[in-house]
């Protein structure tokens, strides 16, 4: 659930224990980095380094790369001859990182308090994690989070997951959380993409798209937004229409640039593979990474943890 509006590290502590789950997508999946293309790439570094508490784990040209712990997940790209993005189009709805817990969430938003207040948007509870949402310096949707544990959330007998967006109050998770010596000490943190959330232009198509042919979890239909995972996560996809119903193909734009997703071994890469042939839906493995696109032309690459 999300904020409705008004490589080959071993997986982060953060990450909640798969599930044997029905749809053929891995119960090890994750996701990756999120790539967007930025027109300032010092300034967008900037912010995602000071504001976001991430750490430039390698820039080199045009190119940025933030995480923490040895864990990436923004790839910040420059390419100043694009237009901008286009905030009611296909593409990116948000980037969701996920911190370990709530004294790690309350730094980063202590961070972004101080830095980029002007750019918060609102906050909600979603019984099974606790969110701050913002835009970027760019208009690019971020969300800040952490997981409840499993055993807290309520799975239906369908595979569902109940969630809600009940209100957070950001000052008293501030008051009750922050320390700084968390902001000090902490060498062991992580801050990973949790899911990325992207705007569509129907649910129906997504749905034949995200779960009919990569087979990935509906783990939640709220008729305008769709949620899906694998291996019992509350999402690691989620899509809306909510300001995007009717959009066509995505043109060049800046924003989105890819997702990527990691899966355990090279033959889940292959067998997505031959699931998007066996559909018609054309895909590039240069055999390590399976480059494709969906319905509306938001790139998608998946590419194995091992093997």
Do not use: C
């Not at 990691?262 to 593979?273: H, I, K, N």
């Amino acid at each position: 659930m999300d904020h409705v509006p008004g490589r080959d590290a071993a997986a982060p502590a953060w990450t909640a224990p798969a599930v044997p789950t029905a749809g053929s997508a891995p119960d090890g999946t994750r996701m990756d980095t999120v790539e967007l293309l930025v027109s300032d790439l010092d300034a967008m570094t900037e912010f995602y380094r000071r504001a976001v508490t991430l750490d430039v784990l390698d820039q080199a040209g045009p190119t940025a790369t933030l995480g923490r712990g040895g864990v990436a997940s923004i790839v910040l790209r420059q390419d100043k001859d694009l237009p901008g993005r286009d905030s009611r189009g296909a593409g990116l709805y948000h980037t969701a990182i996920v911190f370990q817990d709530q004294a790690r969430l309350a730094a980063a938003l202590a961070s972004m308090a101080q830095h980029a207040g002007r750019l918060y948007e609102g906050s909600a509870d979603h019984l099974v994690s606790e969110a701050f949402y913002f835009r970027d310096p760019e208009g690019n949707g971020l969300e800040l989070y952490r997981d409840r544990p499993r055993d807290q959330w309520t799975i239906h007998p369908d595979g569902t997951v109940q969630m809600a967006s009940e209100a957070l109050d950001p000052n008293q998770f501030l008051q009750r959380w922050y320390d700084p010596e968390i902001v000090e000490n902490d060498t062991d943190a992580t801050a990973a993409i949790g899911h990325v959330h992207l705007q569509v232009g129907d649910i129906p198509t997504a749905r034949r798209f995200y779960q009919g042919i990569l087979g990935f979890d509906v783990t939640a239909d709220l008729g305008s937004a769709l949620f899906l995972s694998a291996g019992g996560y509350h999402h690691h996809l989620g899509m809306n229409t909510w300001h995007s119903a009717g959009a066509g193909p995505r043109a060049a734009t800046l924003g989105l640039g890819d997702v990527r997703i990691l899966v355990p071994m090279r033959d889940d890469v292959e067998a997505f593979g031959e699931r998007l042939r066996g559909n018609g839906i054309a895909a590039a493995d240069d055999g390590r990474v399976l480059r494709f696109s969906d319905p509306w032309g938001t790139r998608l690459a998946i590419t194995p943890e091992r093997g």
